[in-house]
């Protein structure tokens, strides 16, 4: 249900701003996931589309081009298969079930298959919302508060709109209650006034839902969207009673690695039951097509039988730009982002769940949408570029015009100019390593060992043996490059760096901790010399009672240390949650 920070590839989940993995406490014993092998890889056969229904144009060599595509990209991201749809506004739709529902059995993942959209969900949940407010139950321009008035809410008042634009200023993943020191949420910023990712502010918002109509929110979602839509047949929860309904789900199986990288051996995951507002739906790629065609026509202006002519545009209304999230030049609206496709405006989400990634793109006025769906999760991975190719095929396809080249599959792992970083770097015991440019990716040559270098979970990361445990931080001087910190331990350019020394203050603060929430996973946390980094994310400053990233001056995201026991902080709570302390 989170979303990915765009090029940076920093995994933002619920909690993933710590820059560890999701299920990361597995490696320290929490039942995340299957543990005992890796799952053997298999190739990906070839697959056609399944056309549902027709229509005037002949799209059959741009499916053919898009079926290619999205083979090669699970090939090259190493992911086990993929459920796919395309559809255009006069009702043409067509499916692809590629690769597998089970790696070991060799099961195919079929047209039939459940697939969690994610914070796909966050669109259905705003134009519930938007269908309350058409009939007077919600203002959303008034405070939520007078609608939900039983939770923990900020002083400074939030309105439904800025939730559903994440510009309300509330942390990412808090629960509603959390264990703050006044047990009350915060915000980081005037509300309005900036764009941050928010799963805390639509479980509120569907937690108002609620209150409002006395019935749950997958019950009102069902009578304001879905039934009018005809896609009642979507799940509104993910429940244990329809686990066979689902493909299994994969994510990498070592979890000690920094970061998730291509290729990586995958493990099967823990099944997650999930009915949070947030992102709690699932769909088969046919029912996903069925929606997004409401969809188009919606954010066409023509809102029945879901909402008014007016909100229906207010919906798909450009709010604040959230390039960071969804890509160059996007801006988000109520529930859903405004992204360009070769300049042309598109609706645009994707989601991510602890073993899930899907992603939709639809271009309203030319009537053609797409969505996609993988059992399986590598870092900040969605299939976005699928989903933006198809657009762009179908686009060319209308128009009878020459199908665009393919994107590189594997363009978001790269670095766009890594020469800044090739050249020798010796560490304090004499080590010695080299990077230097590779055919594909820089590779990093060390140890008696190479290996490339990806941009991953929002660092420079490596499977080479020696140094896969953490990521590389370039160090700067005049912004040039002079080393690079791989852990507590600086490597120096050219020659060995002396190495600063932490005051004890830092050092009982530094260390690895854990939540064993699937959603929430560890943090680990430096001292290097006189600054505190937390791995992913980035130098924390401490601004009184707690502290936040560099960047975050406000504390959208709020770290506080607590419980000292000889010498050294035993707990961090993130933004309300507690982590333990692993190890002395």
Not at 285 to 311: C, E, F, N, Q, T
Not at 358 to 376: I, K, L, R, T, W
């Amino acid at each position: 249900m989170g979303e990915v920070e765009w090029g940076a590839g920093m995994q933002i989940t619920r909690r993933g701003w710590l820059g560890a993995t999701a299920a990361g406490a597995a490696a320290i014993g929490a039942p995340a996931m299957a543990m005992a092998a890796p799952v053997r890889r298999a190739e990906i056969p070839t697959a056609k589309f399944q056309i549902l229904s027709t229509g005037s144009i002949d799209y059959r060599p741009a499916l053919e081009a898009l079926a290619a595509y999205a083979q090669g990209e699970l090939v090259a991201v190493g992911l086990p298969g993929m459920t796919l749809s395309v559809t255009d506004n006069a009702g043409f739709t067509a499916v692809l079930a590629l690769g597998w529902a089970d790696l070991d059995a060799r099961d195919p993942v079929t047209p039939d298959h459940l697939f969690q959209i994610g914070s796909i969900s966050k669109s259905f949940l705003a134009l519930t919302v938007l269908s309350l407010a058409d009939q007077g139950a919600i203002d959303i321009d008034a405070p939520i508060a007078r609608y939900l008035p039983g939770a923990p809410w900020p002083d400074a008042p939030i309105t439904a709109a800025q939730i559903m634009s994440h510009t309300s200023g509330l942390p990412d993943g808090a629960a509603i209650f959390p264990r703050t020191p006044d047990g009350r949420l915060w915000t980081g910023f005037p509300a309005g006034s900036k764009f941050s990712y928010s799963n805390t502010g639509f479980d509120l918002l569907g937690a108002a839902v609620e209150h409002v109509t006395g019935t749950s929110h997958e019950l009102a979602i069902l009578q304001h969207v879905r039934k009018p839509l005809g896609v009642s047949d979507i799940a509104g929860q993910i429940t244990q009673n329809d686990r066979p309904r689902f493909p299994k789900a994969y994510i990498p199986w070592d979890q000690t690695l920094a970061a998730e990288m291509p290729g990586a051996a995958m493990g099967e995951a823990k099944w997650d039951p999930e009915d949070t507002p947030a992102g709690c739906i699932a769909a088969t790629s046919g029912m996903m097509a069925r929606y997004l065609r409401g969809a188009m026509a919606i954010a066409g202006g023509k809102g029945a039988p879901v909402l008014s002519d007016p909100m229906a545009r207010r919906f798909v209304t450009p709010v604040i730009a959230s390039d960071a999230d969804f890509g160059p030049g996007s801006k988000y609206a109520l529930g859903v982002a405004i992204q360009p496709v070769d300049g042309a405006p598109c609706l645009h989400h994707t989601g991510g769940m602890v073993a899930f990634s899907s992603s939709f793109h639809a271009d309203p006025a030319v009537g053609v949408a797409a969505f996609a769906s993988v059992n399986a999760r590598i870092g900040g991975y969605r299939p976005r570029q699928t989903t933006a190719y198809a657009i762009r095929l179908m686009r060319a396809a209308r128009a009878k015009a020459p199908l665009p080249a393919p994107p590189d599959p594997l363009g978001p792992w790269k670095m766009k100019d890594p020469t800044a970083l090739y050249g020798r770097y010796f560490g304090p015991d004499d080590e010695e390593i080299t990077i230097s440019a590779g055919a594909e990716f820089p590779q990093i040559s060390g140890m008696e060992a190479t290996a490339p270098i990806y941009l991953a979970d929002g660092m420079i990361a490596t499977p080479h043996y020696a140094f896969a445990r953490h990521g590389f931080d370039p160090a700067r001087t005049d912004g040039a490059v002079t080393g690079l910190w791989w852990g507590e331990t600086l490597f120096g350019r050219d020659t060995a760096a002396s190495q600063p020394v932490a005051p004890d203050r830092l050092r009982a603060l530094a260390g690895v901790y854990i939540n064993r929430d699937p959603w929430a996973g560890y943090a680990v946390v430096f001292a290097r010399g006189e600054t505190l980094v937390l791995e992913g994310g980035g130098p924390l400053v401490e601004r009184g009672d707690w502290w936040s990233r560099e960047k975050d001056v406000g504390g959208v995201e709020r770290f506080r240390f607590d419980g000292v026991l000889n010498g050294k902080a035993t707990r961090l709570n993130v933004s309300g949650a507690d982590f333990i302390r692993l190890g002395g």
